[in-house]
């Protein structure tokens, strides 16, 4: 098992322009989530999903969509990027009978 | 706002010595999990503690879950260069409301 992927691993966007983050898992969970991790911040929700087909918001959600068509995928948008989205984002999942999170190596943005 | 503090934010030890990290929560927690994230790494799970009062042992890892389910320590016992990394905590509220609450994390470093 590959665990929780994610590409890219670094970014560098202008102010401005949109992208995708992508996030995979292979262990079959239906929860996954995006965090957002800034210095002196800890790790912050940004939005989640509990299966295919639902999505819902966390504590961070401005500025940021996902969608969740299937089991394996969660990606996350940024529709119009903005410095303040410069960040280390990890994407993480897990089963409905554990709380045991695992997360992906993660993605480090830099919005200029 | 941050419902579960996490102290100290920062701990320098001379390698050999201990080092202990606290949680503590305003509000009933049905767990609490620990995880640890080495520089530029994600975070890993180390353990859940479900139980009032509930102690665990990992090798030179102690965690315990206080009584009240409010509180909860991670305690290393003779410190090594490769405990190095921040150390989270994040609790899941009880009751109906059951988001989980993370911990702004303490960093830990080691002299060898």
């Known amino acids: ?112 | 706002g941050q419902q579960v503090m996490q102290i100290p934010q920062y701990q320098h030890v001379q390698e050999g010595e201990d080092f202990t990290t606290y949680c503590n929560s305003s509000t009933t927690l049905s767990n609490i999990q620990w995880y640890k994230q080495r520089p530029g790494g994600h975070p890993v799970f180390l353990i859940q503690l479900v139980k009032s009062g509930e102690v665990k042992k990992q090798k030179r890892l102690t965690f315990q879950f206080g009584e009240a389910k409010k509180n909860s320590s991670l305690h290393i016992t003779a410190t090594q260069t490769t405990d190095v990394g921040t150390y989270f905590c994040a609790g899941r509220r009880a009751g109906n409301n059951r988001k989980l609450i993370w911990g702004l994390g303490t960093s830990l470093a080691v002299n060898p």
Not at chain 1, 62 to 81: H, I
């Open chain 1, 1 to 112: 098992n590959a665990g929780v992927t994610q590409t890219p691993k670094f970014q560098v966007l202008k102010t401005g322009q949109s992208m995708t983050l992508q996030c995979a898992q292979d262990m079959n969970h239906e929860y996954m989530s995006w965090y957002r991790q800034d210095p002196g911040m800890g790790l912050r929700l940004i939005h989640y999903s509990v299966g295919a087909g639902i999505t819902d918001q966390g504590e961070v959600p401005n500025g940021y969509n996902v969608s969740r068509s299937t089991t394996e995928d969660f990606p996350l948008r940024l529709l119009s990027a903005a410095p303040s989205q410069t960040s280390v984002y990890f994407c993480a999942s897990r089963g409905w009978t554990t709380d045991t999170q695992y997360f992906g190596p993660g993605t480090r943005l830099t919005v200029l």
